[in-house]
């Protein structure tokens, strides 16, 4: 049984629920970063995709486990490895599905159509869409939208449509980053990319991502709701995190950057401190 759930959660990939963390995002730059009851409806939603994202690495890992046995990283997954049968698998596919659809439709209809969207999403995204060049980036990219369009339903705030442009250009970012490792070891469930092409596309996209935020931390609606231009402040943050996500990128092959984010300090201490800024200067304003 010990060992059945130690592979149960290995496979649930839990520190790759950081990226759930897409859906708070409305909550910090709506100024409830620091409003518990917010933040606990946020999360409660972070939580339904959390376990729908565990759901949908299952289902992937089912679907590739014989590239998987072939990559030298990838062969230690649970349902590569045998650690993991693939009936039990899917049996708990389904059971994060239910709990997380049972989470969202306490929370209202919007939000659970948010969710079935993003485990439609997913779920094309690991039968048809994820070995096609470009498309499986836009579809990974576009699930973490879908994130950021959940968390404000959950707490009935517009998002800023900035938000999702800085958010779209993000994941677009991590999604090509993620495949430069994987273009020196191709197999038949990853997509093909020349190398060449992955480092140009990294390279315009870490740029366009700084200067969207920087556009955004001055724009009208932001320093309306600021109060001031303090979040302009945060730009260095921001660009320190990206430029050192590159750094280890072309040093290292970093293929997982949430593995990255944990494993670097520097990084983690940017992101860290980033987070708390932005959502300090954005709940509590900026001097005038």
């Known amino acids: 049984m010990g060992k059945h759930l130690a592979a149960l959660l290995k496979a649930m990939r839990l520190r790759h629920w950081l990226k759930n963390g897409f859906v708070l995002a409305p909550a910090v730059f709506a100024g409830h970063a620091f409003d518990p009851p917010v933040l606990g409806q946020a999360a409660a939603t972070a939580l339904a995709f959390c376990l729908a994202a565990s759901a949908g ?3 992937n890992d089912i679907l590739d486990r014989d590239a998987d046995r072939a990559d030298p990283v990838k062969r230690f997954r649970p349902i590569a490895s045998g650690e993991m049968r693939v009936p039990a698998a899917l049996l708990w596919a389904c059971l994060l599905v239910a709990a997380a659809l049972a989470i969202t439709a306490a929370q209202g209809a919007p939000v659970l159509l948010a969710l079935v969207a993003y485990l439609v999403i997913t779920t094309a995204y690991s039968l048809l869409l ?10 990974l990219a576009t699930g973490f939208l879908v994130r950021l369009v959940a968390g404000a339903l959950a707490i009935q705030v517009a998002i800023s449509y900035w938000l999702v442009i800085c958010g779209f250009l993000l994941a677009l970012l991590l999604a090509f980053g993620k495949r430069m490792p994987e273009a020196v070891h191709p197999s038949q469930r990853t997509p093909t990319y020349p190398l060449s092409f992955l480092h140009d596309v990294v390279t315009m996209l870490a740029g366009m991502t700084v200067v969207a935020y920087t556009l955004y931390t001055v724009s009208p609606d932001t320093t309306a709701k600021v109060g001031s231009r303090a979040l302009l402040l945060t730009v260095p943050l921001v660009l ?3 430029l050192r996500y590159l750094l280890l990128l072309h040093r290292e092959g970093a293929q997982d950057p949430t593995a990255t984010l944990f494993s670097d300090r520097p990084l983690l201490v940017a992101v860290t401190a980033w987070a708390v800024a932005a959502g300090a200067v954005v709940h509590f304003g900026g001097a005038p």
């Open 240 to 242: 320190f995190g990206i």
């Open 57 to 59: 690495y299952l289902v």
């Open 130 to 139: 994820k070995v096609v060049p470009i498309l499986e980036a836009l579809v």
